[in-house]
């Protein structure tokens, strides 16, 4: 085991180093001057730009402007919002808890929703579970989470004013109001999340139920319930550890749209308000905790799958 985490972490080390450079060239790959939005347009002339740009450090090749953005990063200095004047580091620990909770919120109903139905769908097939199950988890797959959560504020929020349709509370300091809050927003990014676990759940679950052992149990006269529960769940679960956290990951960059939608005050909106602001620092650093977190979920669904699977940790 202590091999396999070994060559885990290893691995992660080149891909932490391709990530920071592709971050950094979003100042290049995005229109504008970040000199040119940080002195404004109408305050512009060459004199201010140059001292701008030397303040920065924009004159200087990339390479080195790479090299030093790479080190202040480390030690957690994500430089200062051309917007607002507040450090990075600090929007990013105020919106990361909204992002992540929303997050992880999805992917726990879409395990509530989706486990149960695929289970019931692999063991009455094309019965009415079944139906049920591919029928959602088509619905999940094709309808888009700006319609479905547009679909949810006009039915739930302004028409039957059930729940608010946007805003954000605390669930640490209003517990009852941040679980009314959260609820459209875990629906609307929580739909795919159902999907994909109901279709991958239950195809690895049919093909369980078709080896030579689970025959062998049914032949020795274990009920059917006994047969999925104790025999075959427990190895078509393997695959859940890799899709679960693959979805979390995806759900993570799936935040921008919900996040639009319903006013949450996470990263996701961080992202586009930035992008349309042509705050360099804020969405540099905004695109590194996010695409940071992706590859800190992968890493645990890796070492997981490992201490489940022991095969994992020869490969």
Known sequence: MGAFLRRRFLAVIPLVLLTTSLVFSLVLLLPGDPAVALVG????TEERLAAIRERMGL???LYVQYGLWLARAAR?????SLRTGQPVIEALRDRLPVTLGLAIAATAFGLLLGFPLAVGAASKRGGFMGGCASGIAAFGVAVPNFWLGSMLVLALALHLRWLPATGYASPLEAPWDGLRHAILPTLTLGASAVAEITRQLRSALQDTLNTDYVRTARAKGIAERGVIWKHALRNALIPMITVSGLTISRLVGATVVVESIFALPGLGLLNLESVLTRDFPML???VLVMVLIVIAVNLVSDIVYGWVDPRIRLS
């Open 41 to 44: 347009l109408e305050n512009v």
């Open 284 to 286: 540099q650093g905004a």
């Open 59 to 61: 004159n200087r090749p």
């Open 76 to 80: 957690g200095d994500l430089g200062t």
